[in-house]
C-alpha cells in the first residue's frame, strides 16, 4: 500500500517519505489482537504530525513511522461486536499510521459517517469535533444561552468549536487574524468575529454584555490575561493547546479576585482509556452532523506526494478549517 512515512526528524520540508509498505494485521495498539481495518479515503492533517517531523510530539515512536490520526474511509473488517462492519463509511482514529491507503482503529473510535458529509470532511471529524465537544461541555460545562469566545476560530479546532458552541445553544464570539480568516469563521456560523490583533478585550466584554461565560483557548502565548479579564463572574478559561508558542503563567489571585476558573482540557489522554465516553461523544456529534450543525469545512486537499505541503501550511498559520491528504479521491 502506498504511505507517507516519518523518515527523520528534520521539519516539514525534509522528513517525509511516500513509500510501498505492507498492509497493516487487524489489530491495534490500544485493543491488540483486535481492530477495524478501513480502506482510507482521506487522511487528517493536523498540528501533531508537524510537531512529530521535529520529534517534538510528546508521541515519539521509533522511526521510521505513519503519522496520522484519523481517516475517514470505508470499513474492510470489523472485529465481532463491534458498531460498525464491512462496507459502512466510517471516521475513525486509529493515532498513527493514517497517512496510507489502509489504516486501523480500535472499534470504540470508529463512528459511522454520514452520508451529508464526504470523505475530506469525515477525516475532519473527531480530533476537532470530539475535542470541541469535550472541551466546551464536559471540561467547559458550556450551557445553552451562554456566550463563548473562540481563539483560533477558523483553524481546525476553532471552527469546530464555534459549531459545537452553537448546537449547544451558545452565542459565539470568534478570535481571528485576517480577513480571509475572518470569512472562515463566519461561514463556520460565529456570531461575532473580533481580530487577534485588535482590542478583542474589550470588544468582547462588550458584545457579552460585560463578559463572557467560556473561553476556549487552542492558542495560548500573550493573549492569555486578557482572556481571564474577559470573562464574567464564575467564567471559565478552557486550555486546549498553545498554537502561539508559549504557555503562559497566571497569578492566581486573579481567579480569587473575579471569581473564574482556568480548566485543563486533553482530550486524548481523559478518552482514550474509556471507550464508553468516546461513544457518548461520538452520538452526541453525529447527532450535530444530523442536525445539520456539524459540517467540517475543509480548507485544502492534497495528494500524499505533497504531504510536506499540507505540514507547511498548518506550520505556516496559513490553514483554515481541515488540512486533508486524499488517498482515494
Ligand atoms: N487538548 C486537546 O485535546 C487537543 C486536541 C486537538 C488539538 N489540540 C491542539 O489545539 C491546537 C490547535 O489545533 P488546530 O488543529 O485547530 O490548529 P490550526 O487549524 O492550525 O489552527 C490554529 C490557530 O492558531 C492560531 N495561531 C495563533 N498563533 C499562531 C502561530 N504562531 N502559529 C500557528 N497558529 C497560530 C491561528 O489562528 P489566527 O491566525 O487566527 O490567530 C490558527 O488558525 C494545537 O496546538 C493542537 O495540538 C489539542
Given at each position: 500500500?502506498?504511505?507517507?512515512?516519518?523518515?527523520?526528524?528534520?521539519?516539514?520540508?525534509?522528513?517525509?517519505?511516500?513509500?510501498?509498505?505492507?498492509?497493516?494485521?487487524?489489530?491495534?495498539?490500544?485493543?491488540?489482537?483486535?481492530?477495524?481495518?478501513?480502506?482510507?479515503?482521506?487522511?487528517?492533517?493536523?498540528?501533531?504530525?508537524?510537531?512529530?517531523?521535529?520529534?517534538?510530539?510528546?508521541?515519539?515512536?521509533?522511526?521510521?513511522?505513519?503519522?496520522?490520526?484519523?481517516?475517514?474511509?470505508?470499513?474492510?473488517?470489523?472485529?465481532?461486536?463491534?458498531?460498525?462492519?464491512?462496507?459502512?463509511?466510517?471516521?475513525?482514529?486509529?493515532?498513527?499510521?493514517?497517512?496510507?491507503?489502509?489504516?486501523?482503529?480500535?472499534?470504540?473510535?470508529?463512528?459511522?459517517?454520514?452520508?451529508?458529509?464526504?470523505?475530506?470532511?469525515?477525516?475532519?471529524?473527531?480530533?476537532?469535533?470530539?475535542?470541541?465537544?469535550?472541551?466546551?461541555?464536559?471540561?467547559?460545562?458550556?450551557?445553552?444561552?451562554?456566550?463563548?469566545?473562540?481563539?483560533?476560530?477558523?483553524?481546525?479546532?476553532?471552527?469546530?468549536?464555534?459549531?459545537?458552541?452553537?448546537?449547544?445553544?451558545?452565542?459565539?464570539?470568534?478570535?481571528?487574524?485576517?480577513?480571509?480568516?475572518?470569512?472562515?469563521?463566519?461561514?463556520?456560523?460565529?456570531?461575532?468575529?473580533?481580530?487577534?490583533?485588535?482590542?478583542?478585550?474589550?470588544?468582547?466584554?462588550?458584545?457579552?454584555?460585560?463578559?463572557?461565560?467560556v473561553v476556549l483557548d487552542p492558542v495560548g502565548g500573550d493573549r492569555f490575561l486578557d482572556s481571564l479579564r474577559s470573562l464574567r463572574e464564575g467564567g471559565r478559561v478552557v486550555v486546549v493547546g498553545f498554537t502561539?508558542?508559549?504557555?503562559?503563567?497566571?497569578?492566581?489571585?486573579?481567579?480569587?479576585?473575579?471569581?473564574?476558573?482556568?480548566?485543563?482540557?486533553?482530550?486524548?489522554?481523559?478518552?482514550?482509556?474509556?471507550?464508553?465516553?468516546?461513544?457518548?461523544?461520538?452520538?452526541?456529534?453525529?447527532?450535530?452532523?444530523?442536525?445539520?450543525?456539524?459540517?467540517?469545512?475543509?480548507?485544502?486537499?492534497?495528494?500524499?506526494?505533497?504531504?510536506?505541503d499540507a505540514l507547511k501550511l498548518i506550520d505556516g498559520r496559513e490553514a483554515t478549517g481541515k488540512v486533508v491528504l486524499e488517498f482515494r479521491p
Amino acid at each position: 500500500m502506498k504511505a507517507v512515512q516519518i523518515v527523520e526528524l528534520s521539519g516539514p520540508d525534509s522528513a517525509l517519505r511516500v513509500e510501498d509498505l505492507p498492509e497493516p494485521e487487524a489489530s491495534h495498539m490500544l485493543t491488540p489482537g483486535a481492530g477495524v481495518v478501513v480502506d482510507v479515503h482521506a487522511s487528517g492533517v493536523s498540528f501533531p504530525e508537524v510537531l512529530q517531523t521535529r520529534g517534538e510530539y510528546q508521541m515519539k515512536p521509533a522511526l521510521p513511522f505513519v503519522p496520522g490520526s484519523e481517516v475517514a474511509g470505508i470499513v474492510r473488517t470489523a472485529p465481532e461486536g463491534a458498531a460498525v462492519k464491512e462496507g459502512d463509511r466510517v471516521a475513525a482514529f486509529c493515532v498513527l499510521g493514517g497517512f496510507a491507503e489502509v489504516a486501523v482503529a480500535p472499534e470504540f473510535l470508529t463512528f459511522p459517517l454520514s452520508d451529508a458529509l464526504d470523505f475530506a470532511q469525515g477525516a475532519g471529524l473527531i480530533l476537532n469535533y470530539h475535542t470541541a465537544w469535550f472541551a466546551l461541555r464536559l471540561r467547559g460545562r458550556l450551557k445553552e444561552g451562554e456566550t463563548v469566545l473562540v481563539h483560533g476560530a477558523a483553524g481546525g479546532v476553532g471552527t469546530a468549536a464555534l459549531q459545537v458552541a452553537k448546537g449547544l445553544g451558545a452565542r459565539t464570539i470568534a478570535v481571528v487574524s485576517s480577513d480571509e480568516k475572518e470569512q472562515v469563521a463566519r461561514a463556520a456560523g460565529a456570531d461575532e468575529v473580533v481580530r487577534a490583533d485588535g482590542s478583542w478585550k474589550d470588544e468582547a466584554k462588550e458584545l457579552s454584555g460585560g463578559g463572557v461565560d467560556v473561553v476556549l483557548d487552542p492558542v495560548g502565548g500573550d493573549r492569555f490575561l486578557d482572556s481571564l479579564r474577559s470573562l464574567r463572574e464564575g467564567g471559565r478559561v478552557v486550555v486546549v493547546g498553545f498554537t502561539g508558542g508559549s504557555i503562559p503563567e497566571v497569578k492566581v489571585n486573579r481567579l480569587l479576585l473575579n471569581n473564574t476558573e482556568i480548566v485543563g482540557a486533553g482530550w486524548g489522554a481523559y478518552v482514550m482509556p474509556k471507550p464508553d465516553v468516546n461513544r457518548e461523544i461520538g452520538a452526541a456529534v453525529n447527532r450535530l452532523v444530523d442536525e445539520g450543525t456539524a459540517r467540517p469545512p475543509v480548507g485544502a486537499r492534497f495528494a500524499p506526494e505533497q504531504a510536506a505541503d499540507a505540514l507547511k501550511l498548518i506550520d505556516g498559520r496559513e490553514a483554515t478549517g481541515k488540512v486533508v491528504l486524499e488517498f482515494r479521491p
